[in-house]
């Protein structure tokens, strides 16, 4: 993967981010279709990827705090899991007007990189099998590919195994 500039990447604040930080990744753009909300799948389509080497972007509240899990487009968001990995009790998906606010993206292009606010961030542990992933850059038909190891880096993330089917 080499670097690119953010003019290049696509300028979100996510390829911005990664820029700044000297993280290599590549930037992959596609055709969205408005009507299509399964953005996830959409982009595995489109790109031509294995769906389980795509991760989408959630956000719930843990205990009243805003966590951000990235999951394979493939499953489903263990509210539970996620809620024992960060210590807490209680997790529900955020509201996604609370989500839009406090990250900067619209729902179907929140990126885990370069949010408004930065939140506590977990990675499915199946991203670990892969030796790049693609996660959203940051607005829809817009992902970028980059290593597990690096998201974690720039999102100051951590693995758990925070999925279901």
């Known amino acids: 993967m080499a670097k690119h500039s953010d003019a290049a990447?696509?300028?979100?604040?996510?390829?911005?981010?990664?820029?700044?930080?000297?993280?290599?990744?590549?930037p992959h753009a596609y055709a969205h279709d408005p009507s299509n909300t399964d953005f996830g799948t959409e982009a595995a389509t489109m790109l031509g990827l294995d769906p389980e080497q795509v991760f989408k972007t959630l956000l719930a509240d843990v205990d009243g705090?805003?966590?951000?899990a990235i999951v394979p487009v493939t499953g489903m968001l263990d509210l539970r899991a996620l809620a024992r990995t960060v210590g807490g009790k209680k997790?529900?998906?955020?509201?996604?007007a609370i989500a839009q606010r406090k990250t900067g993206y619209i729902v179907g292009g929140?990126?885990?990189i370069g949010q408004k606010t930065?939140?506590?961030?977990?990675?499915d542990?199946?991203?670990?099998?892969?030796?790049?992933?693609?996660?959203?850059g940051g607005r829809r038909g817009f992902d970028i590919e980059l290593?597990?190891?690096?998201?974690?880096?720039?999102?100051?993330?951590?693995?758990?195994a925070i999925a279901k089917e």
């Open 147 to 160: 290593a597990p190891a690096d998201l974690l880096a720039i999102t100051n993330g951590q693995v758990a």
């Open 91 to 96: 997790a529900v998906m955020a509201d996604p």
């Open 9 to 26: 990447a696509g300028g979100t604040p996510a390829t911005v981010a990664l820029t700044a930080a000297g993280i290599r990744f590549l």
């Open 125 to 136: 542990e199946t991203a670990e099998l892969y030796a790049s992933i693609f996660v959203s």
């Open 65 to 68: 705090t805003l966590v951000v």
């Open 110 to 112: 929140i990126s885990p």
């Open 118 to 123: 930065p939140h506590p961030t977990v990675l």
